[in-house]
C-alpha cells in the first residue's frame, strides 16, 4: 500500500487528503502476461452477438447500392422444352465478383463488364 497526498485549494481553504492505493498485480490479459497489448486480432467473437466482418466482406457491402433489394422471380419450366433451366434468381455483377463468388444453378447472372 501507498499513501498519497491530494491538495485541495480553492478561495475559501486548502484541504488535504491521504488516499491508500493497492499495488496488487494482474496475473494476465488474456491469456498474456507481462506488459500486454490487445487489438482486434487478439480477440475472438465466436460467442459474442456482435460480429467482426472481415475486409473483403465490407468492400461487398460498400458495392451495395442504397435501396437494393433483394429480388426473387416465381418461375416454372412447365410447358417449355424438355432441359429448361428453372431460374430463381438474376443478379447483376461484375466478372471479377462472379468468378470469386460460388455460382448457384437457380440463379441467372447478368456480367456488367464494360
Do not use: H, R
Not at 59 to 72: H, P
Not at 82 to 111: C, H, K, M, R, W
Request: aromatic share 4%.
Amino acid at each position: 500500500m501507498e499513501e498519497i497526498q491530494v491538495t485541495v485549494v480553492d478561495s475559501q481553504e486548502v484541504v488535504s487528503l491521504f488516499v491508500q492505493t493497492s499495488t496488487v498485480s494482474v496475473l494476465s490479459v488474456n491469456g498474456n502476461t507481462g506488459v500486454v497489448v490487445l487489438d482486434p486480432d487478439d480477440l475472438d467473437d465466436t460467442s459474442t452477438t456482435n460480429k467482426f466482418a472481415t475486409a473483403s466482406q465490407i468492400t461487398k457491402l460498400e458495392g451495395i447500392a442504397t435501396g437494393a433489394e433483394v429480388n426473387t422471380i416465381n418461375t416454372t419450366v412447365t410447358g417449355e422444352p424438355t432441359g429448361s433451366d428453372l431460374v430463381l434468381n438474376v443478379v447483376s455483377l461484375t466478372q471479377a465478383e462472379y468468378t470469386a463468388g460460388t455460382p448457384v444453378a437457380t440463379t441467372f447472372y447478368i456480367i456488367t463488364d464494360a
